[in-house]
C-alpha cells in the first residue's frame, strides 16, 4: 500500500501467490480478508448459522467451523449452503472428515497432511479438495508440535515452526496441489512473529497470520494488536484471525480495528476521540460510548473526531468527515468536511451527529456508486 502524499505511511505488502476461498480471494494483491471461528457445536446447525450470520454482519469475510465427527460434517452441508460466507472446515488428525467436509461444500480445509495418516490418505484427500475446489490451510501451532521437532530443537522455536510449515508444504507439493496458505501461531508474540519472518522469505504461499490463544477480550486483543500489528506493518499476512476468549463478533471488530489503524482495510466509522480531562467541555467517555452503538449499522469507511475541548479539537477535526470539539456554556462546535459549520448544544449532540454521520455515509456511497 503506497501512499504518494504521506511517504511514512507506506507499506509494501510480501508478494506472494493468490489462493481461493470459496469466492473470497487471498493473497496476491486481494484485500486482507478477515476471519472468526464458530464456538458452537457444529452439529447444531441452527446455533451455528446464527453465529456465522452474526460475525458476517460485522464484517467477517471467511468462517471457519470445527468438524472433529461425522455428526459434524453432515451437518456441514445444510451450513455451508446457508452460509453467507465461504466456510472453513477445521479437521484434525481424522482424514475422512476432510473427505466428508470438501463434499459437504467447505471452500478450505485447515488440515495438517503429515497428521492424518500414510501417503494413500493424504492423497485421497487431495483429490476431493481438487473434486469439489476446495483450498487448504496448513496450520502449525507451537503447542502442538510433531514429537521428532520437539526432540530436535527441545522447544517450541521459530525454526521449528517453520521446519513444521514446510514439511506439511512439501507433502501437499509432491502431490501437485498448490492452493494452500500456511500459518504457525503461537500464544507467545515473540516467537509467533519471528516464525512468520522467517516463513515468510522462504516459500511463496500466502499467509495466514494469528496469535493462538491469546487471552480475554482486553489481554487478547492487545496482544493481537502488537503481534499482528507487527506483522501487518511489515508487510506480513494476507488473512487475519484474531483468538479470544470472547463472542467471535468481537474478533472481526477488533481484526478490523487493526487493519483500519495500519490503513490497510477501511469499514464504518473511525472515531477519533481523546480520553479525556478537566478542560472537557462534555463527557467525552460517555458520548464515545453511546456513539459506536449508534453507528454500528454505518459500514461506510468513514472518520468522526470527538474532541473534549479547543486544544486538539478543531485540528483533529480538519482531517475527518464529521467532528464534534467541545466549549463552554454547554455547547460545542460542529465540523463538517474539516471546516466549522454550526454551533450545536450538548444536548443534542449525539443525534446529531449520528444525523450528520448518516447524512455523509449515503453522500459517500452515492459518489462511490457513480
Same mark, same amino acid.
Given at each position: 500500500?503506497?501512499?504518494?502524499?504521506?511517504?511514512? #505511511?507506506?507499506?509494501?505488502?510480501?508478494?506472494?501467490?493468490?489462493?481461493?476461498?470459496?469466492?473470497?480471494?487471498?493473497?496476491?494483491?486481494?484485500?486482507?480478508?478477515?476471519?472468526?471461528?464458530?464456538?458452537?457445536?457444529?452439529?447444531?446447525?441452527?446455533?451455528? *448459522?446464527?453465529?456465522?450470520? $452474526?460475525?458476517?454482519?460485522?464484517?467477517?469475510? +471467511?468462517?471457519?467451523?470445527?468438524?472433529?465427527?461425522?455428526?459434524?460434517? $453432515?451437518? *456441514?452441508?445444510?451450513?455451508?449452503?446457508?452460509?453467507? @460466507?465461504?466456510?472453513?472446515?477445521?479437521?484434525?488428525?481424522?482424514?475422512?472428515?476432510?473427505?466428508?467436509?470438501?463434499?459437504?461444500? $467447505?471452500?478450505?480445509? #485447515?488440515?495438517?497432511?503429515?497428521?492424518?495418516?500414510?501417503?494413500?490418505? @493424504?492423497?485421497?484427500? @487431495?483429490?476431493?479438495? #481438487?473434486? &469439489?475446489?476446495?483450498?487448504?490451510?496448513?496450520?502449525?501451532? $507451537?503447542?502442538?508440535?510433531?514429537? &521428532?521437532?520437539?526432540?530436535?530443537?527441545?522447544?517450541?522455536?521459530?525454526?521449528? =515452526?517453520?521446519?513444521?510449515?514446510?514439511?506439511?508444504?512439501?507433502?501437499?507439493?509432491?502431490?501437485?496441489?498448490?492452493?494452500?496458505? +500456511?500459518?504457525?501461531?503461537?500464544?507467545? @508474540?515473540?516467537?509467533?512473529?519471528?516464525?512468520?519472518?522467517?516463513?515468510?522469505?522462504?516459500?511463496?504461499?500466502?499467509?495466514?497470520?494469528? +496469535?493462538?490463544?491469546?487471552?480475554?477480550?482486553?489481554?487478547?486483543?492487545?496482544?493481537?494488536?502488537?503481534?499482528?500489528?507487527?506483522?501487518?506493518?511489515?508487510?506480513?499476512?494476507?488473512?487475519?484471525?484474531?483468538?479470544?476468549?470472547?463472542?467471535?463478533?468481537?474478533?472481526?471488530?477488533?481484526?478490523?480495528?487493526?487493519?483500519?489503524? =495500519?490503513?490497510?482495510? &477501511?469499514?464504518?466509522?473511525?472515531?477519533?476521540?481523546?480520553?479525556?480531562?478537566?478542560?472537557?467541555?462534555?463527557?467525552?467517555?460517555?458520548?464515545?460510548?453511546?456513539?459506536?452503538?449508534?453507528?454500528?449499522?454505518?459500514?461506510?469507511? !468513514?472518520?468522526?473526531?470527538?474532541?473534549?475541548?479547543?486544544?486538539?479539537?478543531?485540528?483533529?477535526?480538519? !482531517?475527518?468527515?464529521?467532528?464534534?470539539?467541545?466549549?463552554?456554556?454547554?455547547?460545542?462546535?460542529?465540523?463538517?468536511?474539516?471546516?466549522?459549520?454550526?454551533?450545536?448544544?450538548?444536548?443534542?449532540?449525539?443525534?446529531?451527529?449520528?444525523?450528520?454521520?448518516?447524512?455523509?455515509?449515503?453522500?459517500?456511497?452515492?459518489?462511490?456508486?457513480?
Amino acid at each position: 500500500m503506497s501512499n504518494a502524499y504521506r511517504a511514512y #505511511r507506506t507499506i509494501e505488502r510480501r508478494r506472494c501467490r493468490q489462493v481461493m476461498v470459496g469466492s473470497v480471494p487471498v493473497g496476491g494483491d486481494a484485500p486482507i480478508s478477515v476471519q472468526t471461528m464458530t464456538n458452537s457445536l457444529t452439529s447444531d446447525i441452527e446455533g451455528t *448459522l446464527a453465529q456465522i450470520n $452474526a460475525a458476517a454482519a460485522a464484517g467477517a469475510d +471467511i468462517v471457519r467451523v470445527s468438524c472433529p465427527d461425522e455428526d459434524s460434517t $453432515a451437518a *456441514l452441508k445444510t451450513i455451508c449452503a446457508q452460509s453467507p @460466507v465461504p466456510i472453513v472446515a477445521d479437521i484434525h488428525f481424522h482424514y475422512r472428515r476432510a473427505i466428508e467436509a470438501a463434499k459437504a461444500g $467447505a471452500a478450505c480445509l #485447515r488440515i495438517n497432511p503429515g497428521n492424518i495418516g500414510n501417503a494413500a490418505r @493424504v492423497r485421497e484427500v @487431495v483429490q476431493a479438495a #481438487r473434486d &469439489h475446489g476446495c483450498s487448504m490451510r496448513i496450520g502449525v501451532n $507451537a503447542g502442538s508440535l510433531e514429537k &521428532h521437532l520437539l526432540e530436535k530443537y527441545a522447544e517450541p522455536c521459530p525454526e521449528a =515452526l517453520v521446519e513444521s510449515a514446510l514439511e506439511h508444504a512439501k507433502i501437499l507439493q509432491d502431490n501437485d496441489f498448490h492452493e494452500f496458505k +500456511i500459518s504457525v501461531k503461537a500464544s507467545d @508474540v515473540f516467537l509467533a512473529v519471528a516464525a512468520y519472518q522467517q516463513l515468510a522469505d522462504v516459500i511463496d504461499c500466502p499467509l495466514h497470520i494469528g +496469535i493462538t490463544e491469546a487471552g480475554g477480550l482486553m489481554s487478547g486483543t492487545i496482544k493481537s494488536a502488537i503481534g499482528l500489528g507487527n506483522l501487518l506493518w511489515s508487510g506480513i499476512g494476507d488473512t487475519i484471525r484474531v483468538s479470544l476468549s470472547a463472542d467471535p463478533v468481537e474478533e472481526v471488530k477488533v481484526g478490523y480495528e487493526i487493519l483500519k489503524s =495500519l490503513g490497510l482495510r &477501511h469499514r464504518g466509522v473511525n472515531i477519533i476521540s481523546c480520553p479525556s480531562c478537566a478542560r472537557q467541555g462534555f463527557d467525552v467517555i460517555k458520548t464515545v460510548e453511546a456513539l459506536e452503538k449508534r453507528l454500528e449499522h454505518i459500514k461506510t469507511p !468513514m472518520s468522526l473526531s470527538i474532541i473534549g475541548c479547543v486544544v486538539n479539537g478543531p485540528g483533529e477535526a480538519l !482531517m475527518t468527515d464529521v467532528g464534534f470539539t467541545g466549549g463552554g456554556a454547554g455547547s460545542g462546535m460542529v465540523y463538517l468536511a474539516g471546516k466549522q459549520s454550526h454551533k450545536l448544544s450538548n444536548d443534542q449532540m449525539i443525534d446529531h451527529i449520528v444525523e450528520q454521520v448518516e447524512k455523509k455515509a449515503a453522500e459517500i456511497d452515492t459518489a462511490g456508486a457513480s
